[in-house]
């Protein structure tokens, strides 16, 4: 092969390599566009907003996917921890607890566990209540 048949090949090459990277970029931008994370700004907890529970008034908008209607307090480090750990404040904090929907709320690692816990109980109350008839 000579230079000239050389040179024309690597060429080609470089031009289907970047004609494939060009290609991904697209691609990938493309997919940013279809799962961009809704902007949701943070909401500074103002006092005059805290409810006589400790907790600030609901806005009714999930922290995580924005949906609005229905929402459930959601407790950033869990009351169990803080009482294990003795931070008994941390309970009642306005600044410890976000407010999310059912759905995003059931995905937390608490509400996974005390499902787990529950199911495992009921299993054992059927156990132990077969045992016995």
């Known amino acids: 092969m000579r230079f000239h048949d050389r040179l024309l090949a690597a060429a080609a090459l470089t031009m289907a390599t970047t004609s494939i990277i060009n290609g991904i970029i697209q691609t990938a931008r493309e997919i940013e566009k279809i799962y961009e994370i809704p902007n949701i700004q943070a909401r500074l907890i103002d006092s005059k907003t805290v409810t006589k529970t400790g907790y600030p008034n609901k806005q009714s908008e999930c922290r995580i996917c924005g949906k609005t209607g ?6 950033i ?7 294990k750990t003795n931070q008994l404040d941390l309970i009642e904090n306005p600044g410890n607890v976000v ?3 059912k759905e995003c709320h059931d995905q937390t690692t608490a509400s996974k566990s005390r ?4 199911k495992k109980q ?3 109350n059927k156990r132990f209540w077969n045992s016995y008839q």
């Open 70 to 75: 229905y929402t459930e307090w959601h407790h």
């Open 115 to 118: 499902y787990l816990l529950e």
């Open 77 to 83: 480090i869990s009351r169990g921890h803080a009482k």
């Open 99 to 101: 407010e999310l929907c």
């Open 122 to 124: 009921k299993k054992w």
